[in-house]
């Protein structure tokens, strides 16, 4: 009987270990609803530094972005207008591993007057496990994830999103 339970116990120290491993000791948070947002630090177009927690108190939309993606160029116009119309929350659109260049010659020929910041290294988008783009987070005025979703969205649905938060 004795022998029966020690593959049965070194498995479960096995699980135990690799739960460990994968979970605990790869530094990773979750950034799912509900879970606090990961809070950074990257510079927008002119250089100013924007940190995530200074926003606290503020809901904040982040949209990952890129220039070559086709459906975040669709979805472009929609960010503008929630952007420059919206006045219940930030807008941060974050350039996933685009050129401060990349992002001026396209800032210029789409006449854009959001907030760019230049996540040139991904270190963003890796810390928020983005794979696609784009893809937008909601964060509401504590600092939690409210919601999650790829794919375009727009300006009438962040709206929703936005009075949906409100008490």
Known sequence: MGKKLVPIFIGMITIGVLGLLVNGLSGKVSANPGDPSIDFELKDMNGVVHQLSDYKGKPVVINFFTTWCEPCLDEAPELEAFGT???GAVLLV??????KRRMT?????SKSKL???LDTKEDVANDYGVIGQPETIIIDENGLIHERFS???TKAD?????ESMKP
Do not use: F, N, R, V
């Open 85 to 87: 119309e919206y006045d």
């Open 94 to 99: 974050l350039a996933k591993g685009e050129s």
């Open 105 to 109: 010659d396209y800032i210029e020929e």
């Open 115 to 117: 907030t760019y910041l």
């Open 151 to 153: 794919g375009p969205t």
């Open 158 to 162: 962040l709206i929703q999103m936005m």
